[in-house]
């Protein structure tokens, strides 16, 4: 895993958040630690979250824009042979998710991985609580 990398997971909250305290209190220490305990970490706690994130066009364009580093929705549209108007979409689907960031370049809209990470690292705890609140569609946790 490179250092630059958004880790996603699965209802992992208070794993994660416990993790930040301890990140914390070793810093307030003074301790040194590896950057990467430190890498921006995106939690969904709810399941259609992550079916949304794992459909199978999503996961082709976050593997485009984390390998070609394409320069506009357009030459992302044709590097995977999709509509203008389906990419799009999609786009904004994992913008909504928080995995994507969009940056402005003139006239055009350049996909990115969310601040600017160049992997993604997904990490689902099994057994799986479906019965999650809907009260709570992500947390996010940043550290």
């Given amino acids: 895993m490179t250092t630059n990398t958004l880790k996603i997971t699965y ?23 590896d950057e990467q305990e430190a890498a921006f970490i995106l939690n969904f706690e709810e ?41 799009h979409r999609n786009l904004k689907e994992l913008e909504e998710l928080g995995v994507i960031e969009f940056t402005r370049d003139g006239n055009s809209k350049r996909p990115i991985l969310r601040d600017g990470t160049e992997a993604i690292d997904l990490s689902i705890t099994f057994p799986i609580d479906t019965d999650t609140s809907d009260s709570t569609s992500r947390q996010e946790t940043s550290a």
Avoid: C
């Fill in 47 to 87: 399941l259609a979250d992550v079916e949304r994130l794992m459909r199978r066009l999503n996961l082709q364009l976050l593997d485009i824009i984390a390998s070609e580093r394409p320069e506009s929705i357009r030459e992302t549209a044709r590097l995977v042979d999709r509509d203008y108007k389906e990419v």
């Fill in 11 to 33: 209802g992992q909250r208070d794993n994660n958040q416990r993790a930040a305290r301890e990140r914390l209190r070793r810093a307030e220490a003074g301790e040194e630690f």
